[in-house]
C-alpha cells in the first residue's frame, strides 16, 4: 500500500461516491414469516422510491411478488405503516398510489377489495374465521376537520361492505387476533397525546356475528405508553410499557397485568409507524427479544416464567428499525452494525447459523476507508449530560496537512423522538471518506435512553435539542478534535428545524443544511396532518396559550440572528413539512444579504426517495460546504446557485 499523501480536510478523493450510495442501496423492513417462507418490503431509489414485496423461499430463493405497477405503501398517520400480510401464499397490500387494499393471488394481477376513495388502510391482520381482514381505516371522505380512524374488517375478496368493528377514539393501531381467532386486541390513543406520550391496549371477544362485545380495557393511560401488543401460542397477551421509566415487556393474564422483566433498557422503539416488531415467540415458554441500552442494541432469548435473559452473539448492534419475526426455530430480523448495513438475517436457533437474506446497500467498500463510530458522553444543560457518535475522518489513502484539524458536520435525526443509528451508513461514511467529521447527535427526547431522557423535551423542544447539538460540537472542540471555525450542522424534518434553530439562536454553527425542515412553528400549528396536529403541544406547549413561546423559538423570526450561511432542501409534495417552510426562511435570509441556497424537488415527498433527488442533496450539500469553508473537491459535482456569494 502507498504511503498516505497530505491534503486538506474536505479535498480527499473517496471511492463512496454518491453514484456508489444510490445505485447499490435499497430500503429494507416489514418482514413476515408464513410456514418456511419469508417476505420483506423493498424501497428501490433506483425505480422512483417504489416499495416492493419480495419473497425468499426455504432454498433461499427470491423473486419479487409485486408487479411493476403498483407500489406497497400506506400513508395512514402520513408516515404509514405496515401496509401488508400474507395468507397461504396469497399477498393482500396497500397500494400506494389510490391506497386501496389489493388482494393478490399467485401468478394473478392484483385485485382491489376495498372500494375507491380517499380511505387509507393499515395494519392489516388476517381473520381466517371469517375470512376477512381486521386493520385501521383512517377516512379522509368526512365533512370533519381531520380525517376519522376506525379498525375495521374488509372481506377478503372485496364482496362485502367494510365492517366498523371499533370507533370513537382519535386514534387506534396494531389490531392483534389471539391464535384462536375469538378475541381482538388494539392500541388506542386520543388528542393531545402522541403514541409515546400515552395509549391504551384493549381487547374485546369476537362474537358469532363477527362483531365486538364489551371492550376491556387492559393497560395504558395519558402517561403511559403501550407499544406492541403481540399474544402467545398460549393465548397469553404480552405488551411493551414504559410505566416504570423504560420501555418493558409485560403481560396480561387472568385479566391481570404483570411485568415479564424488570431492565433499565427499552424494548421496543417509540410508535412512530405501525407494525413495528421488537420481540415474538419461538414457543410459549421462549421468546427471542431485541433491546436497546445506551444507544446499542442487543438480541436474546428471554424466559417468561424465570424472567430472565439469554444473549444471543451476533456481530450485529443496530436493531433500531424495530423488524423482527419469529418461527419455531428461527429468527428473522433487520440488523446492521458500524461496519455492515443494515441486513434482513435469518437465525437458526438451533444451530446458531447466520444467514444473509438481503443487504441494504451492496457496495464493497475497503475498511481503511470507514470510520468506525465512538459513543461519547457529554456534558450540556441543566447540568445532565447527552449521548452522541462521533465520526472521525477516515481515509488510507491520506493523512492531514501538519497543525489542521477536521470540518465538523453535526447531524440531528429527525422526529424528534427518533434516536441515530449504528449501521454502516455510507452517507455518513461520504463525508469521512473526504476528511470531514461527523457528530451524530441522539439529543435529549431521543429514544433507548429512557422516559427521562425522552421527557427532558417536553416543553423544550428548539432549547434542549440545540443545546445538546451545540455542546455536542464544543465538546470536541474543545477536545482539539474539530476546527471550530468550520462546524456545520444539518437534519431533516425535526432535525431540519433543530438545525436551523441552533444555527439562529447559538454562535457555535458557521453554515448548516435544512432537509425539508421546520422554520416556523406558528405556521406549522395552522398547517399539520391530523397525526403530528397535537405533537407541538407536548414539544412547545398548548397553542394560542404559548404563543409568545412559539414565536421565540421560530427561526424565521429572528432571522437577523442567523449570519451563517444555510442550504435548503425540499420536496414540494411534502404534506407533514410543507414547500412554504423552506421557501419562507430562504427568502428572509437572501435578503438579509447572508450566502444562500435552495433546491426545491418535484415529486419528492416528505423524504427524498428517487436515486437522482438523493445523488444531488449529498453533492450540494457538500459543494456549499466546500465553497463556504474553503476547501477544494477532489471531484467534480454540479455546481449549486448560492446567492449572496
Known amino acids: 500500500m502507498a504511503e498516505p499523501q497530505a491534503a486538506a480536510y474536505g479535498s480527499w478523493t473517496s471511492p463512496i461516491t ?53 407500489s ?58 371469517y375470512r376477512r381482514i381486521i386493520c385501521v381505516r383512517e377516512d379522509h371522505t368526512t365533512n370533519d376537520e381531520e380525517p376519522v380512524n376506525t379498525i375495521v374488517a374488509v372481506d377478503i375478496n372485496g364482496r362485502d361492505e367494510v ?13 392483534r387476533l389471539s391464535p384462536d381467532g375469538s378475541v381482538l386486541a388494539w392500541l388506542t390513543w386520543n388528542h393531545p397525546n402522541m403514541p409515546w406520550d400515552g395509549t391504551e391496549l384493549w381487547v374485546a371477544s369476537i362474537g358469532d356475528d363477527g362483531l365486538l362485545g364489551e371492550p376491556e380495557w387492559v393497560a395504558g393511560d395519558i402517561d403511559e405508553s403501550i407499544m406492541q401488543p403481540e399474544w402467545s401460542p398460549d393465548g397469553t397477551l404480552y405488551f411493551v410499557s414504559d410505566r416504570s421509566g423504560w420501555a418493558n415487556l409485560y403481560r396480561w393474564r387472568y385479566h391481570k397485568v404483570e411485568p415479564v422483566l424488570e431492565m433499565e433498557a427499552d424494548f421496543a422503539k417509540t410508535h412512530w409507524w405501525g407494525g413495528v416488531s421488537a420481540y415474538g415467540f419461538e414457543s410459549a415458554s421462549r421468546l427471542v427479544c431485541s433491546y436497546v441500552q445506551e444507544g446499542v442494541w442487543h438480541l436474546a432469548h428471554l424466559y417468561p416464567e424465570a424472567h430472565c435473559l439469554e444473549s444471543l452473539e451476533i456481530p450485529y448492534s443496530e436493531m433500531g428499525r424495530a423488524d423482527l419475526k419469529v418461527a419455531p426455530g428461527r429468527v428473522v430480523f433487520e440488523a446492521g452494525s458500524p461496519v455492515s448495513p443494515m441486513s434482513i438475517l435469518e437465525l437458526n436457533l438451533t444451530t446458531g447459523a447466520l444467514t444473509v437474506l438481503q443487504v441494504a446497500n451492496t457496495a464493497n467498500v475497503d475498511p481503511g ?109 474543545e477536545r482539539g478534535d474539530v476546527d471550530a471555525d468550520r462546524v456545520a450542522i444539518s437534519g431533516a424534518s425535526a432535525g431540519g428545524y433543530t438545525a436551523l434553530a441552533a444555527m439562529t439562536f447559538r454562535d457555535v454553527f458557521k453554515a448548516g443544511a435544512s432537509h425539508f425542515g421546520v422554520s416556523d412553528l406558528e405556521a406549522l400549528v395552522a398547517d399539520i396532518h391530523k397525526f403530528d396536529s397535537n405533537s407541538l403541544v407536548g414539544l412547545v406547549g398548548p397553542y394560542p396559550l404559548y404563543r409568545k413561546r412559539y414565536v421565540e423559538r421560530s427561526p424565521i423570526n429572528y432571522a437577523e440572528q442567523l449570519s451563517c450561511p444555510v442550504i435548503f432542501f425540499q420536496g414540494l409534495e411534502d404534506t407533514i413539512v410543507p414547500a412554504d417552510q423552506s421557501e419562507m426562511m430562504f427568502e428572509v435570509i437572501r435578503a438579509k444579504g447572508v450566502p444562500t441556497a435552495y433546491i426545491p424537488f418535484e415529486g419528492e415527498y416528505h423524504g427524498f426517495q428517487r436515486s437522482e433527488n438523493i445523488k444531488r442533496a449529498l453533492e450540494a450539500e457538500l459543494y456549499f460546504y466546500s465553497r463556504i469553508f474553503g476547501f477544494e473537491l477532489a471531484d467534480a459535482v454540479e455546481p449549486v446557485q448560492i446567492e449572496n456569494m
Open 18 to 70: 454518491t453514484d456508489l450510495i444510490v445505485t447499490e442501496t435499497i430500503g429494507l423492513g416489514r418482514i413476515i414469516l408464513e410456514d418456511e417462507d419469508t417476505y420483506w418490503a423493498e424501497a428501490r431509489p433506483s425505480e422512483e422510491g417504489r416499495n416492493i414485496i419480495v419473497k425468499c423461499t426455504p432454498s433461499g430463493a427470491t423473486f419479487d411478488v409485486t408487479p411493476s405497477q403498483f
Open 72 to 129: 406497497v405503501n400506506t400513508t395512514v398517520h402520513e408516515y404509514g405503516a405496515r401496509g401488508y400480510t400474507v395468507a397461504d401464499g396469497v399477498v393482500y397490500f396497500s397500494n400506494f398510489d389510490d391506497q386501496r387494499l389489493y388482494r393478490h393471488r399467485p401468478g394473478e394481477d392484483p385485485i382491489p377489495i376495498t372500494p375507491e376513495g380517499n380511505l387509507r388502510y393499515a395494519g392489516t391482520v388476517i381473520d381466517r374465521r
Open 369 to 477: 476507508y470507514l470510520s468506525i463510530p465512538e459513543n461519547i458522553e457529554f456534558p450540556t444543560g441543566k447540568n445532565v449530560t447527552a449521548h452522541a457518535f462521533y465520526y472521525a475522518p477516515k481515509n488510507q489513502d491520506y493523512r492531514p496537512l501538519p497543525g489542521e484539524k477536521p470540518p465538523l458536520l453535526v447531524t440531528c435525526h429527525g422526529g424528534p423522538h427518533d434516536a441515530t443509528s449504528l449501521e454502516l451508513d455510507l452517507s455518513i461514511q461520504f463525508w469521512t471518506s473526504r476528511g470531514i467529521g461527523v457528530l451524530d447527535v441522539n439529543y435529549g427526547g431521543s429514544t433507548g435512553y429512557g422516559r427521562d431522557y425522552r421527557e427532558r423535551l417536553i416543553g423544550e423542544w428548539g432549547v434542549v435539542d440545540v443545546d445538546d447539538c451545540a455542546n455536542g460540537a464544543m465538546y470536541l472542540v
Open 163 to 175: 365492517v366498523v368493528l371499533v370507533s370513537g377514539n382519535d386514534f387506534y393501531a396494531t389490531p
